[in-house]
């Protein structure tokens, strides 16, 4: 299997969804796009921004959940923004979608934010194109102020002291969940999608079969995790105590019990309040992991190579950066 029980699901659910709109003719498709933007039926947009997604997308219907989740709520926003200013959503004006950048920022919006939600946007404006609604296309040449502050500046990582404090508090899950983020670095979806098969705490590596852009890789373990491995399979792994008991919502095979990254988050909040730690999410723990890794082997290829990044480029802006000082003892002789 080499997607999660859980992802192929989805997959099916969006397959499904899509078929409300591609079974239609070409005239019918395009007659109730129409009317859902002149009656901004938002429920029916999103419904064909989804099947747009299955069919017309880069990945069609192996599309993350995550990124149609991110697509929707950015559709909303703009939708309602558009009903709020009177914007017609077939005939845009030519400075509208500009405007709703600007009202963004004027928000307080950081710029990051504000290109997803232009993506968002775009991607709503993709699907009326493509049942052919219109031929607008009032995102293509908007522009989003740049932001010059590293990610990794922005948004930190968490310090040794600040995860040593919530691993001492944390439960098995928990703990085990917070190591692989911030040792293996590996990205909440990634690690919610591990099945007792990809662990190898002999071997000391983590299979992902589930990483971003649907990649797959090998993780390097560090001690701590192997150790981690073998305390939580012992306790939940299959002929283990706790393996069978309770009630979990996800297949025996899933390593976690955690149904969804709200779950996930429930409860390292928990911890982290426990331990008397700011939660600031789950990115900082492979920021750490980025981060420590650099400063031991000063090579942003390898560092990337473990965070699953396909560009370098990535790493260096928001993932791992080197002490101000980090060359002080090879220019000591100078």
């Known amino acids: 299997m080499s997607d999660s029980g859980q992802l192929r699901r989805y997959v099916g659910d969006l397959q499904t969804q899509a078929r409300e ?21 938002h429920a029916a947009l999103l419904s064909l921004m989804r099947a747009y997604l299955a069919h017309g997308g880069e990945s069609g219907v192996l599309t993350s959940p995550r990124t149609v989740e991110a697509y929707e709520l950015g559709a909303r926003q703009f939708l309602d923004y558009a009903g709020q200013q009177a914007i017609s959503l077939l005939r845009p004006g030519r400075h509208d979608a500009q405007g ?35 031929d607008a296309d009032p995102f293509r ?48 979806s990634e690690a919610l999608a591990l099945e007792w098969d990809d662990l190898d705490e002999a071997a000391r590596r983590v299979r992902v079969r589930s990483g971003k852009g649907r990649k797959e890789r090998l993780v390097a373990m560090s001690t701590s995790l192997a150790r981690a491995v ?9 002929g283990g105590p706790e393996h069978g008991g309770g009630k979990r919502t996800t297949p025996p095979e899933r390593v976690f019990r955690y149904g969804s990254v709200m779950t996930a988050r429930y409860h390292l909040q928990k911890a982290f309040a426990q331990a008397g730690v700011s939660f600031r999410g789950f990115h900082p723990g492979r920021k750490y992991a980025g981060t420590r890794l650099l400063r031991q082997v000063r090579d942003f290829g390898r560092v990337a190579a473990h965070l699953g ?15 101000a000082d980090d060359l002080k003892d090879e220019l000591a002789g100078w």
Do not use: N
């Open 21 to 41: 709109w591609t079974a239609l003719h070409d005239a019918e498709l395009r007659r109730r796009a129409v009317q859902a933007a002149a009656e901004r039926d």
């Open 100 to 134: 709703y950048v600007g009202a963004l920022l004027a928000a307080g919006r950081k710029p990051a934010g504000v290109s997803l939600k232009v993506a968002a946007a775009g991607c709503l404006y993709r699907a009326l194109r493509w049942a052919g609604a219109t």
């Open 141 to 188: 040449d908007v522009r989003v102020p740049k932001d010059r502050t590293p990610g990794i500046v922005k948004r930190p990582p968490y310090t040794e002291d600040e995860l040593a404090d919530v691993i001492d508090v944390a439960d098995v899950q928990a703990k085990f969940l917070l190591f692989l983020t911030a040792h293996a670095g590996l990205r909440i």
């Open 230 to 238: 073998r305390h939580y399979r012992s306790l939940y792994g299959p």
């Open 309 to 323: 990044h396909e560009s370098v480029d990535t790493t260096r802006r928001g993932y791992a950066q080197l002490a």
